[in-house]
């Protein structure tokens, strides 16, 4: 088993994070924007064509929020980058979806991180913080750790 790694953007409007809606296996699935990192491409240059591919929107990526691994059974393991990305000036949001980290549609979220992240936001505005190793999100999850 090899680790795959996947990319993630925190998007704030307001005081909401943007999210994705996709379909997989059959099932609607709420998401941070983002997704696989190619062969041979950077972090960055993969969350700017993910977060483009899905949201039609290009960003400015910022600092590491977090990183955190996904390890379910034996058939997978995934590392979780979360970086911080400014949207575009004037950015039009009546075509987005936005969720409160802290309201009840955030537990709907995958990665299980937007309470973290809304308190790594307080943090971060406060004073630059280090990322933050969010540890095994599927165990997490299950309430396992």
Known sequence: ???????????????????????????ERMTLPGGWVGKRESVTDALIREVEEELGITIEVGDLLCAAEVINTASHQDVELIFAVSAP?????????????????????????????????????????????LGNLYLASRGQT
């Open 1 to 27: 088993m090899s680790a795959r790694v996947k990319v993630r953007a925190a998007i704030w409007v307001q005081d909401k994070l943007v999210v994705h809606h996709s379909r997989r296996m059959g099932k």
């Open 89 to 133: 000036e004037g950015l039009d949001t009546s075509q987005l979806t936005l969720v409160d980290p802290r309201g009840p549609e955030a537990d709907d979220v995958l990665p299980p991180v937007l309470g973290q992240l809304a308190e790594r936001r307080e943090a971060y505005t406060a004073e630059k913080s280090t990322p933050r190793w």
